[in-house]
């Protein structure tokens, strides 16, 4: 089955600094790769999301990188504000059993 | 988008018993999953929740510990009997499109086993 891993586990910018985060996963015939911000006592919200058709998709400061040979896909956020700090969470959609795979998320702190 | 209703948002249990969780959606979905999310940990699939027919486990989870249904197309509940300490965490319903799709999920029922 799927696996993914995400890495660091942990992360402190300063702000206005950039972030990245970065995915592996392990079953090519995984389709779709969203990312997931979740706040403290809150549900994860889908911030971003990519298909395996496209490499690279951005939305303001939010960006996301696809590289099906390597199998791994990347989160940037750029110019990084203080309500960015949550855990981020990446996954892996496998097409036909449509399970959501999640990474074991990224701890994000950005410094006032 | 789906909006999910679940309930109950959180309860404190003795060990020994059981919790049922109810998970009810505005819309039809295809896909409808149970997540399990331990403080400061990521989120666990514990099964699929199939229309009319038993529900498909992950590995490390039994029917038996987690039984679940799903009657129709917006509604699915998710049973955690026997409870003992280590089922404390949170319980979250997940929903999605076929095609791989965003998925929307509940609030999450916060469980303390005591």
């Known amino acids: 089955g799927e696996n993914v891993e995400q890495h660091p586990s942990t992360l402190s910018v300063q702000e206005g600094d950039s972030a990245v985060i970065k995915c592996t996963y392990s079953?090519?015939?995984?389709?779709?790769f969203p990312w997931y911000k979740q706040e403290l006592g809150k549900r994860p919200q889908l911030i971003i999301d990519i298909r395996s058709n496209v490499g690279e998709k951005k939305d303001q400061r939010i960006a996301v990188t696809l590289n099906k040979t390597a199998k791994h896909f990347s989160l940037h956020i750029t110019e990084t504000q203080p309500e960015d700090s949550a855990v981020y969470f990446c996954?892996?959609?496998?097409?036909?059993?449509?399970?959501?795979?999640f990474g074991t998320g990224t701890r994000l702190k950005v410094l006032a | 988008s789906a909006v999910i209703s679940q309930k109950p948002s959180r309860d404190i249990c003795q060990r020994g018993t059981s919790l049922t969780i109810q998970c009810q959606v505005d819309s039809q979905v295809t896909m409808m999953f149970w997540y399990r999310q331990q403080p400061g940990q990521s989120l666990t699939l514990i099964a699929t929740?199939?229309?009319?027919?038993?529900?498909?486990?992950e590995s490390g989870f039994v029917i038996d510990k987690f039984p679940i249904s799903r009657p129709n197309l917006t509604f699915s509940t998710l049973t955690v009997s026997n409870m003992s300490p280590e089922d404390s965490s949170i319980y979250l319903c997940?929903?999605?499109?076929?095609?791989?799709?965003?998925?929307?999920f509940g609030q999450g029922t916060r469980l303390t086993v005591v």
């Open positions: 997940t929903v999605g499109r076929t095609g791989g799709t965003e998925a929307f």
């Open positions: 929740a199939n229309q009319g027919s038993e529900a498909t486990y």
């Open positions: 079953d090519s015939a995984s389709n779709y």
């Open positions: 996954a892996a959609i496998t097409s036909g059993t449509y399970k959501y795979i």
